[in-house]
């Protein structure tokens, strides 16, 4: 089975961010949720990042996700939704056992759309995001 998050092998700088998502993607599969949510945390929180980096090149680059979050949603580059969704991702690696199979692909589909936003917004892509298949073995 091709994983969700294949597309993202196709836009530069995107490699590792494609890695992670594959590694939680395999995780769901395999029932680990709680690596699920770690692996989630630490994909949103690179794209926090990668979204403050772009939108404020001059910061400083020691700012942690939950500041560029923050500064993201101050600055209104972010619409309501998309900075809760960010906020969800995040949230959801604090407490990874807590963290049941229904809600584990909730995390995944969010994690997939926020990715195709991403590379449709700002590497100029044209990903679909209603092509989201998960199953678990």
């Known amino acids: 089975m091709s994983s969700n998050f294949a597309f993202l092998k196709s836009y530069h700088g995107m490699h590792k961010l494609h890695h992670l ?3 939680s993607e395999k995780a769901y599969r395999n029932g680990q949720f709680a690596t699920e949510a770690l692996l989630v945390r630490e994909i949103s929180g ?15 680059q020691r700012f942690n996700s939950e500041d560029g979050l923050i500064k993201l949603q101050t600055a209104q580059l972010l619409n ?11 949230v959801a690696g604090r407490h990874p056992k807590q ?5 584990a ?3 995944m589909v969010k994690l997939h759309y926020l990715l195709i936003w ?11 995001p209603g092509h989201f298949k998960l199953h678990r073995h």
């Not at 309501?80 to 995040?90: G, K, P, V």
């Not at 991403?118 to 679909?128: I, K």
Request: proline share 2%; hydrophobic share 40%.
């Open 21 to 23: 998502s594959h590694m």
């Open 46 to 60: 690179r794209l926090i990042r990668k979204l403050v980096k772009q939108e404020f090149p001059n910061l400083d």
């Open 118 to 128: 991403y590379v449709n917004h700002y590497l100029d892509g044209h990903e679909e």
């Open 99 to 103: 963290i049941d199979a229904a809600f």
């Open 80 to 90: 309501d939704e998309l900075i809760m969704l960010l906020s969800q991702l995040r």
């Open 105 to 107: 692909y909730q995390i």
